[in-house]
């Protein structure tokens, strides 16, 4: 398995805290990627990075931030949360580059109440 | 309209039968594609990569990939129970091919 860990597994939180999800790697992979899962709408990307300090949008990135400060750290914020942000969050890695695949963590259900 | 699609299934074949996965995709200048297995609770697990047309095979499962049609499909042969799960296909942009977007999957069931 690749070397991916996320914490934490599983969280209860409240609307409008913040909350930080991280994901660790051991790859020393250059691509980071958070996506989320829901029922019906499968993977969906929020961001990704593409190295240390450089950080992009995905295809639902309002209400989150992100921020990789070292290659095996990619950390995922959500600023004020809300009950729509309860989801699966997975984080994948890729060395990049033509011909390369994506990795996945084993992911984190938060529950936003 | 959505980058990947797929049809939701559920699918269901006999066990030893072969299972056809289809997935659609839109932009043209797609020219990564892969498939995913998903088991309930889990993680996405990688399966398959094709990047050209064509078939591609890997043990009991074949990848089939047609530019054209803007079409890529997944057979698996003698489908076991084992092999009851949600696959993903996933595609990389033609204009970033470090991202990856993903359909919402097809659930096989595959029954003994």
């Known amino acids: 398995d690749a070397g991916i860990t996320q914490s934490p597994r599983h969280k209860v939180t409240e609307t409008g805290t913040p909350v930080t999800l991280r994901c660790h790697q051991t790859?020393?992979?250059?691509?980071m990627y958070w996506y989320r899962q829901d029922p019906g709408h499968g993977l969906r990307l929020i961001h990704y990075s593409y190295g240390v300090k450089d950080t992009d949008k995905g295809e639902v990135s309002d209400g989150y931030s992100v921020s990789r400060s070292k290659t095996e750290d990619f950390l995922l914020t959500l600023e004020s949360a809300t009950s729509s942000q309860t989801s699966v969050y997975f984080c994948a890695i890729s060395a990049g580059g033509g011909d390369t695949e994506a990795f996945f963590g084993q992911g984190t259900r938060l529950t936003v109440v | 309209q959505k980058e990947v699609e797929q049809n939701s299934g559920p699918l269901s074949v006999p066990e030893g039968a072969i299972a056809s996965l289809n997935c659609t995709y839109s932009?043209?200048?797609?020219?990564?594609f892969f498939w995913y297995r998903q088991y309930s609770g889990k993680s996405p697990e990688l399966i398959m990569s094709?990047?050209?047309?064509g078939d591609k095979e890997d043990g009991r499962f074949t990848a089939q990939l047609n530019k054209a049609s803007q079409y890529v499909s997944l057979l698996i042969r003698d489908s076991q129970p084992s092999d009851s799960a949600t696959y993903l296909c996933?595609?990389?942009?033609?204009?970033?091919?470090?991202?990856?977007?993903f359909g919402s999957g097809t659930k096989l069931n595959v029954k003994p």
């Open positions: 932009d043209r200048g797609s020219q990564s």
């Open positions: 790859e020393n992979h250059r691509y």
């Open positions: 996933a595609v990389s942009p033609g204009n970033n091919f470090n991202k990856f977007y």
């Open positions: 094709i990047y050209s047309n």
